[in-house]
């Protein structure tokens, strides 16, 4: 563990933004949680808010009462709308700088541009600090070398649980013997602890794929895994950044793991812009080269009964196998996985 | 007019490499181009080394000989893999800085990181130098409010004449009487001139779409066009750097011109991996809501009898109208164009 972190995700843990806060919550090798800032959940331990499961993380109301649980960290929790760093919550980031914190933030808007955080001396990580040209890599089909076959998890839209999905599977994977890696491509997944992987969004375009692909190379020679597991972002077609192509044509990936959401009709704070049907994006994936081997599904605005019930429907429909990771867990998709490894 | 230029193209002016030369042979409204840098082409006419019509722009091989023409600018003409500024390149660029040239490169790295070039004092003008989240837009939307119709001219590879067709497409329009504006997203667009786009590889990839996006709607508020034509970058499925969802999902181009080159099989640079059937492409780019509306060759590699016959045999294949811009202008395409309009 590199800390002991507070995480900040003030009137929003309860939203899909505080999609960073929800990981952590989760798990994460890389800081431990202590507690979570959020003045409207205040009182909540964090797990059973998150899904229903105690995690002895309280939800408290200021940066203040956080501070007595003994943090050395404070960890921006949201995603916001092109990554601004808003007012109130650089106030509290300056708050636990002025506190001697160490601060880390998943933000394009760069907290160590902050003069005020910049001037208290503590160490500050912009996880999606862009790199320059100089330390990337450009693509150079070393991905034809690679051992291990490549699984991508990607969806129908952004923000309904790739990387969860992708986390709850590789675990899946390790208790049943099968030694599964995962590529993070997110700044929550270099949060918690991931070893290989990038900041796919803070990236220069032209080398996202060179990345992904010396993250995947890198991982492979490293490891030796018997699966590598990539983290998709956004969607296919999402309007206000498509992405995925990348995961299958330039990693590689043969296999896909399809996360999605029933009960969302329009993109993610895209009102008017409806997420097309799951079989052309099927289809769309098939084009790319991959076949979609399983879809996963996120329970937003679903009732559990209507969240089985699309579950069963989408079986039926799909002709595949169709799993609530979160609920279930992610054991149902061990033989997708098995069989995908012996093709 | 911004200057008067010499463009380095050292050994490659023959080669795809040089399609920044060959972008500002072609034409230029903010540079005039009065000599080439190519020991292995000095003594021919640029343009007619490039497709048979004399332009009044000699190939000389030294710097030296090209100062004698009176250039204010030097700029690099050549792409290189992973946009690397090699040294036979740096060594040119620090003399043309020492005769007190403007530089001007859109290459990754940077001329300006050069600390003997940078010594000199003299402007330079890194075209690729990634812009901070700050100055980049976010997609939001406005998209949707844009009257000008949007044509995307993609590709089925890099580096085989999306941006020139894109060029003699508004260039016709023009003489119709048509009033075409192009976006560009690439250096070369912006040296010749391109008032609205973006660079887009070198732009972080959460902000690709929104910058597509602010320059159509910019286009579009300023000059009130009748048709906006985007340029594309490399192919949808490059493995390289995948591209051109963007210009369909988020700029919202519901018509597709389609750059090809028969006598291409592999990417450009990537033997062993072998470009897709065009039949697919067409079908790739229908699932992402756009239609190709005519087809566009590049004469790579065949005489012009067998790239008549490619276009023969395509047009029959395809049902589609085949065009080969560059032998017979880019009016063939305005029907198909007028067609679009009315829809």
Sequence with gaps: MEGTAVVLAPNAYRTDSAKTAHGLV????????????????????????????????????????????????????????????????????????????TIVSGLHELAS???????????????????????????????????????????????????????????ACAQAGLKAEMIYTGQTGWMQGGRFGFVFDSTMNDFVSGEIEHAVVACDKALSPDLIVLEGQSALRNPSGPCGSELIISAQAKGVILQHAPGRKDFKGLPGWPIPPIEEE?????????????????????????????????????KLPVVRPVEEGADALLPVVRQYLKN
Excluded: M
Aim: glycine share 10%; net charge positive; with cysteine.
């Design 113 to 171: 541009d902050d003069r005020h955080i910049a001037a208290t001396g503590v160490r500050v990580l912009d996880v999606r600090r862009p790199r320059p040209a100089a330390e990337l890599h450009f693509w150079n089909g070393d991905i034809a070398q690679v051992r291990a076959p490549r699984l991508a998890v990607l969806g129908t839209d952004c923000a309904l649980g790739k990387r969860t999905t992708a986390r709850l599977l590789v675990h």
């Design 282 to 318: 099927i289809q769309l994936i098939g084009l790319y080269g991959a076949k979609v081997l399983a879809i996963t599904l996120n329970g937003e605005k679903l009732s559990k009964d209507a969240l089985i019930d699309e579950q069963k429907k989408l079986e039926k429909q799909l």
């Design 26 to 101: 989760r798990g994460s090798e890389r800081y431990r949680v202590v507690a979570v800032v959020d003045p409207e959940s205040a009182g909540e331990d964090a797990g059973q808010a998150l899904d229903g499961r105690h995690r002895d993380i309280p939800i408290v109301a200021t940066l203040t009462e956080a501070l007595a649980r003994g943090p050395d960290t404070c960890i921006v929790g949201v995603a916001t709308k092109g990554g601004r760093l808003p007012p109130e919550l650089r106030v509290v980031l300056l708050e636990a700088a002025r506190a001697g914190l």
